[in-house]
């Protein structure tokens, strides 16, 4: 297969998921692996000091789109081994920087809600056709070499998995990893918590910066995230067991 054959086979691929299939109904092996497989990856140590970092990238591309939905320009990514990043932008101050800067924790949560609810409604092809897109375009954005490489790898495997994917498991894909990341939001808001508890390295955190702009301390910002993030996650649950075919009792 020659580059041409390769981009043409991609870019069918791609399109091939603007359209409805029959949505998620999880039987008791699906549910095992929306659920399972996402605990393991997101519990496991040695598993989650990857996927951490993919969720790290949902994190600051949440501060880039809101920031984008405000009229704020945004000049960078970066992105670190060590889960850490930063996201840089730059237009008027007040309310577009507050609201670029409180949507990193909630984003891998909300993505997570949105990618289980578009699985349950027959949507998970375009999710995961429009997820790639995104995570291709979102590379022009990135600034230091640690970020290329991890969003390199990212952009590449979702082409893999869009282009190689049976059709009949992108549903269970598409769920497990909305499941992994609203899991790994609930994760990251325990470790920023945990961060102001103990009151170490607080002003990298994103609490910290909200409440150096605004008129509220750090804890009611701490309390916002929390309230979107735990939100997300009880209606991820609701979603899943609503759709599932699965009787308990």
């Known amino acids: 297969m020659d580059l041409k054959q390769g ?21 008791v092996v699906q549910l095992f692996l929306v659920i399972g497989i996402p605990l393991l990856v997101t519990l496991t140590p040695g598993i989650w000091r990857f996927f951490g970092m993919f969720v790290t990238f949902v994190h600051e591309l ?33 309310f577009s920087a507050t609201w670029s800067g409180f949507w990193g924790y909630p984003a891998p949560g909300v993505l997570g809600l949105v990618l289980i609810t578009s699985a349950t409604q027959g949507w998970a092809p375009l999710a995961l056709s429009i997820g790639a897109l995104i995570l291709l375009v979102a590379l022009i ?24 994917l049976p059709i009949e498991w992108i549903s269970v894909f598409v769920a497990g990893l909305g499941t992994a990341l609203v ?38 910002w ?10 997300c996650a009880l209606a991820s649950t609701y979603i899943l067991y609503s759709a599932s075919t699965v009787s308990i009792g």
Do not use: C
């Open 62 to 94: 949440g501060h880039a789109f809101a920031a984008l939905m405000t009229g704020r320009v945004v000049k960078g990514i970066s992105l670190n081994f060590d889960h850490s990043g930063q996201m840089n932008s730059f237009g008027k101050v007040g």
């Open 222 to 231: 701490l309390s916002l995230f929390a309230l979107v993030i735990i939100v």
């Open 7 to 27: 981009v043409s086979t991609w870019w069918e691929a791609i399109t091939s998921g603007f359209g409805r299939q029959d949505g998620l109904e999880p039987d």
């Open 141 to 164: 954005f990135i600034r230091n070499l640690a970020g290329a490489m991890i969003a390199v790898f990212t952009a590449v495997a979702a082409q893999l998995v869009v282009v190689f």
């Open 183 to 220: 899991i790994g939001s609930l994760k990251d808001l325990v470790k920023v918590v945990g961060v102001h508890t103990r009151r170490r390295h607080i002003q990298q955190s994103d609490a910290y910066i909200l409440a150096q702009g605004s008129s509220l301390p750090a804890g009611v």
